[in-house]
């Protein structure tokens, strides 16, 4: 029992529980408390840690660490605490108890050592992660939580699925790397995590819900959902070849979409997209190295999205909007939400001394040296597009552009700057001291991100791709627009949808109803009195109460009998 | 952007091109590494690709009014 409640996952969720019970002064300083408790307990468990335990017929393993469960593990409390922090100053209870719940859930799955827990975990994670986009109480967040509920559950609901399918098939739940075999099970197997991993085309709750959830909600958001499931894809599907062409798709589509935008959290979101291509791409190459690179740029894309978002949040809470045609010129007002923003995106597009530099070289060289150089040169262009999207266009519009920022702006609460003040220095330490993440890598490859020709490599490109930017700035120039995505399909033709599964159904329904009753009516008109049309040669009136039985029918049921007897005698 | 500016990414760039025609020189593990200041030329050229071909898109598929979905 002791046991159980020291799973990270637990720990969490049973926080959860606690902090309910606590004012609304104490609580986020108590929210605090769980995942330092987690991490601790991460921290001091001995490799291939195990706790079991036992559900009908199943072993469940329900933890199990080993070096790549920890290093999601540690990142995950590592951003629930921040998160936690920067969401010091709100103090709403139903948003507290998701979030920690949320973050829960996906500690839990890292640490799930069978399919089952994993499950449970997983669903508790698309359940409460719901909370943080309803908790905007607006018509439009009611209908994209929603939507975004509805295309978990189907998540859930194709995991589990090919779950159940496995466990009889192969006769195992652990979770474990499955060989390339495109069998049913797997397929399913393979959807439900996609959903989550918000592979195209399967991306729309992501683009769709994460620009409208709350504002510190959005920070969690972006730190688990996708990356725990890169860490099934990881544990599960590592070398499945197909995964590299949609990697490396999401990453050019997510791009995409970043330049067209004109929404600072939109840009961000369909950034995942892009982000977590490069993860994909990797899982599907691999190799060893492949697989740092993809566990390794998780972490420092944990590090780095939620610094950025949380960055053009804090300028969201102050000037309003989230819109970059509202901003502009911010440079002199928030000057230092500009110089943590510009850490987070600097180390985004792996420029050398940050984060991003030691995990996402490593993903193109992987692919580059794996015998994919088509791929490397699509994540190279994802690359240019990521530097020209979040690093360029997003900070010069909202701070620069225009002369200075005219509107009024709310004082950012202090405990914002710490947040985001730890996770810039996180991004500094691990560019200049990469070391200190390699050792925790799952394999041993002796990657060495600082040679003449990466440096040589992401300089260029970085250099140039800015003087483009700079002539052609202007085009990209912010407006208030829509961009349509493939959620159009189900929300434009949310009218067509309810016509052919509502409606048509109901009308079905209806026919069907009517067609009973009439039968019913036609039966018992003509069962009231039988005799009318059992003895129709007569023309007394065959009123049944007044009806005795008379020698004509006695005389024709005898004759029918004999008739019928003679038939099945003679035939 | 002040030209002081300009000047010190300048200098960055003619040290990467100093990189690549000395430590590099023999660096052959691409096929695009014959080719000399690549990665220069992709970053400018795709840049300019991707502004472009996405503002097409945007236009002519994706862009609706603010209010299209209330």
Known sequence: ?571 | MKTIHWIILGIIFVITLVLEFTVLAGYDSHWWNAIPAFYAIFGFVICYALVYSAKFIAKKIVNRDINYYD
């Open chain 1, 1 to 571: 029992m002791i046991e159980f409640i020291t799973i990270p996952g637990v720990i969490l969720i049973l926080g959860a529980a606690v902090i309910s019970f606590f004012s609304e002064k104490i609580r986020p300083a108590l929210f605090l408390a769980f995942p330092v408790i987690a991490a601790v307990v991460i921290l001091t468990r001995p490799e291939n840690y195990t706790v079991t335990g036992s559900l009908l017929n199943y072993d469940l393993v329900l933890m199990q660490t080993d070096a790549l469960s920890n290093l999601f593990g540690i990142v995950f409390a590592l951003g629930a605490l921040l998160a936690g922090i920067y969401a010091y100053h709100m103090k709403e209870l139903g948003q507290q108890i998701s979030a920690l719940t949320y973050a829960g859930g996906a500690l839990g799955v890292v640490y799930a050592g069978d399919l089952l827990t994993l499950i449970i975990y997983w669903e508790i994670m698309a359940l409460a992660s719901t909370w943080l986009i309803w908790a905007r109480r607006t018509p439009e967040t009611d209908a994209s939580g929603m939507r975004y509920l509805i295309y978990h559950i189907l998540g859930g609901g194709l995991l589990f699925a090919g779950i159940l399918w496995h466990s009889v098939v192969e006769e195992s739940i652990a979770v474990e790397s499955i060989p390339m075999e495109y069998t049913p099970a797997n397929i399913l197997m393979l959807l439900g995590v996609a959903v989550n991993t918000a592979i195209i085309p399967l991306h729309t709750w992501l683009s769709d819900a994460y620009p409208k959830a709350t504002q510190t909600g959005t920070i969690f958001m972006s730190i688990f959902t996708t990356k725990t499931a890169v860490y099934v894809l990881i544990r599960m599907f590592a070398g499945w070849e197909l995964l590299i062409f949609f990697g490396a798709a999401m990453a050019v589509y997510g791009i995409y979409y970043a330049v067209i935008c004109k929404d600072m959290r939109e840009i961000l979101s369909y950034h995942i997209i892009s982000q977590v291509g490069y993860m994909v791409c990797a899982v599907g190459i691999g190799t060893d190295l492949a697989l740092n690179g993809a566990a390794a740029h998780a972490y420092n894309n944990i590090l780095y999205k939620s610094l950025m978002f949380m960055a053009v949040t804090a300028v969201m809470y102050s000037a309003g909007s989230s819109k970059m045609f509202h901003l502009g010129g911010l440079y002199k007002k928030l000057p230092w939400v500009l110089g943590l923003y510009v850490v987070g995106g600097l180390s985004i597009s792996g420029i050398p001394l940050f984060a991003g530099f030691i995990s996402k070289g490593m993903v193109i060289d992987a692919a580059g040296y794996g015998g994919y150089e088509t791929i490397m040169l699509v994540l190279l262009v994802a690359s240019v597009g990521t530097w020209l999207s979040v690093g360029l266009k997003l900070p010069y519009f909202t701070w620069f552009d225009k002369e200075e920022y005219t509107g009024e702006l709310k004082p950012i609460p202090v405990n914002m700057y710490i947040a985001m003040g730890i996770l810039a220095f996180a991004c500094i330490f691990y560019g200049v001291f990469p070391n200190a993440l390699y050792t925790f890598l799952p394999f041993e490859t002796g990657y060495e991100p600082y040679t003449v020709y990466h440096i040589v490599e992401i300089l260029q490109i970085a250099l140039l791709t800015f003087v483009a930017f700079w002539f052609l700035r202007k085009k990209l120039a912010p407006e208030l627009t829509t961009v349509l995505d493939l959620d159009w399909f189900y929300r434009k033709a949310a009218p067509a949808v309810r016509r052919v599964f509502v409606f048509r159904v109901d009308r079905f329904y209806d026919d069907v109803e009517e067609a009973i009753l009439a039968m019913a009516r036609f039966l018992s008109e003509k069962f009231k009195n039988p005799m009318q049309w059992l003895n129709p040669f007569t023309d007394k009136k065959n009123e049944a109460s007044r009806y005795s039985p008379s020698m004509e029918v006695v005389m024709s049921f005898i004759i029918l009998s004999f008739l019928v007897f003679a038939i099945v005698y003679f035939i």
